[in-house]
C-alpha cells in the first residue's frame, strides 16, 4: 500500500543552520504531496504542498520539490529559527480520497 | 482566524466505557474528518464524513466506532467500548470540498485519550 517514510528525529540545529528533512514516498499514480507542522499544543497546519511532479511548494522560507524519479518531497529552509522549532510531517493524498497518509513526523529542535 | 477545536483535551476513561470526542469544524466547511496518532506511530485517517454521511473510512473504522454531526456546528467521534490499545491523540479536521480535490484539511489541536 501507499505509504510516507521519513527520517527519524529528533533533529537538532543551531540557529540560522540550514535544514533539510528528507522525506520519500511509496505510491501508486501522481498524488499530491505535503508538509505539515504540528507546534506544540497546536494542532496539525499546512506548511505547503505540491500537486504534480517538479511543482515546487513554498511557504515561511521552507521549500520542497515534488520529485517523481526519486519519489521524494524532501523539506529544506536556508535559515532555521528558534520559531521553527515543531513537528514536521510528510504527507500524501491520492486523487479521488479523502484519506491523507502520513509519515511519522520528525521533531525539530532549534538552539539559539 | 478560523480554526478547528476539539473537546476535551484530555479525556481518561476505564476500559470498557463509551467515549465521545468532540470537535467544532470550521463553520463553512462541509467535510469532516477524524485521525489518530497512537503515541510513537504515524497519523492514521479514521474516517471522512459530508452530507451526514460516511464517505471514506479505514479498515481501523470499525463497528465500535461511529461519527456524527448533531447540530449545525457539532461533529462527534464515539467509541462504544474502549478498549487499551484505543489510548491516542484524536484529531478531528475539516475542509470546505472533497480533500480529494487536494483543498486543504484544517486540523484541530486533538484529544489525548487515556483508557486505563
Known amino acids: 500500500g501507499d505509504s510516507v517514510t521519513q527520517m527519524e528525529g529528533p533533529v537538532t540545529l543551531s540557529e540560522e543552520a540550514f535544514l533539510t528533512i528528507n522525506c520519500t514516498y511509496t505510491?501508486?499514480?501522481?498524488?499530491?504531496l505535503f508538509w505539515y507542522v504540528q507546534y506544540p499544543g497546536e494542532g496539525l497546519q499546512l506548511l505547503l504542498k505540491a500537486t504534480k511532479a517538479d511543482d515546487k511548494g513554498s511557504n515561511k522560507g521552507f521549500e520542497a520539490t515534488y520529485r517523481k524519479e526519486t519519489t521524494s518531497f524532501h523539506l529544506e529552509k536556508g535559515s532555521v529559527q528558534v520559531s521553527d522549532s515543531a513537528v514536521y510531517f510528510c504527507a500524501l493524498i491520492h486523487q479521488g480520497s479523502d484519506k491523507i497518509i502520513f509519515g511519522k513526523g520528525t521533531r525539530l529542535h532549534i538552539l539559539p | 482566524e478560523p480554526e478547528v477545536t476539539q473537546t476535551p483535551s484530555h479525556q481518561v476513561t476505564q476500559m470498557g466505557q463509551e467515549v465521545i470526542l468532540r470537535c467544532v469544524p470550521i463553520s463553512n466547511h462541509l467535510y469532516f474528518y477524524w485521525y489518530r496518532q497512537i503515541l510513537g506511530q504515524k497519523v492514521e485517517f479514521l474516517v471522512s464524513f459530508y452530507n451526514n454521511e460516511i464517505s471514506e473510512k479505514s479498515e481501523i473504522f470499525d463497528d465500535q466506532f461511529s461519527v456524527e454531526r448533531p447540530d449545525g456546528s457539532n461533529f462527534t467521534l464515539k467509541i462504544r467500548s474502549t478498549k487499551l490499545e484505543d489510548s491516542a491523540m484524536y484529531f478531528c479536521?475539516?475542509?470546505?470540498?472533497?480533500?480529494?480535490?487536494?483543498?486543504?484539511?484544517?486540523f484541530g489541536p486533538g484529544t489525548r485519550l487515556t483508557v486505563l
Open positions: 479536521a475539516s475542509s470546505v470540498s472533497a480533500a480529494s480535490s487536494t483543498d486543504t484539511q484544517y
Open positions: 505510491a501508486t499514480g501522481y498524488p499530491s
